[in-house]
T-cell receptor, first 116, second 113 residues
Framework: DADVTQTPRNRITKTGKRIMLECSQTKGHDRMYWYRQDPGLGLRLIYYSFDVKDINKGEISDGYSVSRQAQAKFSLSLESAIPNQTALYFC???????????????FGPGTRLTVL | QQQVKQSPQSLIVQKGGISIINCAYENTAFDYFPWYQQFPGKGPALLIAIRPDVSEKKEGRFTISFNKSAKQFSLHIMDSQPGDSATYFCAASLSGSARQLTFGSGTQLTVLP
């Protein structure tokens, strides 16, 4: 979805390096998410944010940190990358909606990260 | 802890056939069950979703069947087409403000021409 952009699209780095993955959205959504996709494991939630001042850990937050610089920007950092963080990373957004809304999450195109 | 189990991991179907992907969940508090479709090089996109107050939802060739007592739901793709070849993820979420999605492990569907 062009409304959710991720940079870079591909990144190769070495063990111990600090890496930042960036996500921007033009959908005007309050909620933003970072997921990791591994073969056979599906998508697992790393962090999510409901607004600039609200950051929450997901299922697999260890080794990662995030920053919500603005409503439209949500960055994921790997402070000291390790090989088992090699994966496909997705940013997603969703609207607040009502309790019985569609809860649709809109995903970016992904960043393929390789840690050597 | 995998709260949503998806099968099969891969599926090959002939054009015109029916593709069936199954998911089972553990948490009875889940109240929203979407299916996402992912093409190579793209992010997942919502395909169809259901809530537990209905047993079936149909949108075009895609149908979700939901069995609350068995804690299972499935995606049926009728008249499967090569363009349906993609990875499909089931998911579930809880009511309330969090609305975190718990995804299944994914099914790679290949529809042969």
């Amino acid at each position: 979805d062009a409304d959710v952009t991720q940079t870079p699209r591909n990144r190769i780095t070495k063990t111990g390096k600090r890496i930042m993955l960036e996500c921007s959205q033009t959908k005007g959504h309050d909620r933003m998410y970072w997921y990791r996709q591994d073969p056979g494991l599906g998508l697992r939630l790393i962090y999510y944010s409901f607004d600039v001042k609200d950051i929450n850990k997901g299922e697999i937050s260890d080794g990662y940190s995030v920053s919500r610089q603005a409503q439209a920007k949500f960055s994921l950092s790997l402070e000291s990358a390790i090989p088992n963080q090699t994966a496909l990373y997705f940013c997603a957004t969703s609207d607040w909606g009502d309790p019985r809304g569609t809860d649709t999450q809109y995903f970016g195109p992904g960043t393929r990260l390789t840690v050597l | 802890q995998q709260q949503v189990k998806q099968s099969p991991q891969s599926l090959i179907v002939q054009k015109g056939g029916i593709s069936i992907i199954n998911c089972a969940y553990e948490n009875t508090a889940f109240d929203y069950f979407p299916w996402y479709q992912q093409f190579p090089g793209k992010g997942p996109a919502l395909l169809i979703a259901i809530r537990p107050d209905v047993s079936e939802k149909k949108e075009g060739r895609f149908t979700i069947s939901f069995n609350k007592s068995a804690k299972q739901f499935s995606l049926h793709i009728m008249d499967s087409q090569p363009g349906d070849s993609a990875t499909y993820f089931c998911a579930a979420s809880l009511s309330g403000s969090a609305r975190q999605l718990t995804f299944g492990s994914g099914t790679q569907l290949t529809v042969l021409p």
